[in-house]
T-cell receptor, first 116, second 112 residues
């Protein structure tokens, strides 16, 4: 079975400070990992994904994520947070085989608040 | 391109009523899916389709039906609405089963 965990319901950071939103995963085989962001009353927007290759993945809006196989983690990071980054962030893992192939399994979400 | 569109944006139903949530995409994507979002639970897959004429169940299919008569459209039908179906519903599409999925703006449904 595949699953992701987002251990923090809420993350608060000051504008200009670095931010990290944590995600750990469980999957049989090679992981395919995604980050999505949801702004208030909007749909989910794709930020970045890890399929294979470099452990540091760069995505939209200055976000990046670090894949760590030994720690089964895929943490989302940004060097300098903006107030406009305040949103709900979801980590997801893709099913790898059989009937689960292609399905996305989401974490519960982490609410990021960046204060001025 | 409009991407993934969903209608309506908001809907209030009484228990026992039926309705159809519409989803359409103009990107010629083969894979389409429906999720529901509930507070503290992330998104859960209801049904999905790998192409016209082919649908299958996800994690939480009970109380919902889907069909895929064209590549563009993937409607979700609530047969007899229940308060437990109060949720935000998202449709998503991708070129293929293993590609990045792109989401519509969502439909907020309340069942009284």
């Amino acid at each position: 079975a595949q699953s992701v965990a987002q251990p923090e319901d809420q993350v608060n950071v000051a504008e200009g400070n670095p931010l990290t939103v944590k995600c750990t995963y469980s999957v049989s085989g090679n992981p395919y990992l995604f980050w999505y962001v949801q702004y208030p009353n909007r749909g989910l927007q794709f930020l970045l994904k890890y399929i294979t290759g470099d452990n540091l993945v760069k995505g939209s809006y200055g976000f990046e994520a670090e894949f760590n196989k030994s720690q089964t983690s895929f943490h989302l990071k940004k060097p300098s947070a903006l107030v406009s980054d305040s949103a709900l962030y979801f980590c997801a893992v893709r099913g790898v085989g059989g009937s689960t192939l292609g399905r996305l399994y989401f974490g519960r979400g982490t609410q990021l608040t960046v204060w001025p | 391109n409009a991407g993934v569109t969903q209608t309506p944006k908001f809907q209030v139903l009484k228990t026992g009523q039926s309705m159809t949530l519409q989803c359409a995409q103009d990107m010629n994507h083969e894979y389409m899916s429906w999720y529901r979002q509930d507070p503290g639970m992330g998104l859960r897959l209801i049904h999905y389709s790998v192409g016209a004429g082919i649908t299958d169940q996800g994690e939480v299919p009970n109380g919902y039906n889907v069909s895929r008569s064209t590549t563009e459209d993937f409607p979700l039908r609530l047969l007899s609405a229940a308060p437990s179906q109060t949720s935000v519903y998202f449709c998503a599409s991708s070129p293929g089963r293993t590609d990045t999925q792109y989401f519509g703006p969502g439909t907020r449904l309340t069942v009284l």
